[in-house]
Nanobody
């Protein structure tokens, strides 16, 4: 069984920073793309950032210049550093990984979500 466990959410004032972490565990052979998505109440889940196994990154326009994504392949962990946070960043943040699970094959997995609230 594969699990993605997120941590690092919380309440922060506008302009503040948070760092999210997501660790994948289980019978994993390889991980391709890892990423972060978010969903605010009443909205659809949207892509925030992704990173390939080689380190190529992609960001939604609204977070460019404020968020960075990184990963530690040895630890099967992805991070999202969020700076200059705005109230509109408030959402539940979900980790996603496209990975090879023995003996099932390539599949997408999701974490349980961690809440980020930006408010004064």
């Amino acid at each position: 069984q594969v699990q993605l466990v997120e941590s690092g959410g919380g309440l922060v004032q506008p302009g503040g920073s948070l760092r999210l972490s997501c660790a994948a565990s289980g019978n994993i052979g390889s991980i391709n793309v890892m990423g972060w998505y978010r969903q605010a109440p009443g909205n659809q889940r949207e892509l925030v950032a992704t990173i390939t196994s080689g380190g190529s990154t992609n960001f939604v326009d609204s977070v460019k210049g404020r968020f960075t994504i990184s990963r530690d392949n040895a630890k099967n962990t992805v991070y999202l550093q969020m700076n200059s946070l705005k109230p509109e960043d408030t959402a539940a943040y979900y980790c996603n990984a496209n990975l090879y699970q023995f003996p099932v094959g390539w599949r997408d997995y999701w974490g349980q979500g961690t809440q980020v609230t930006v408010s004064s």
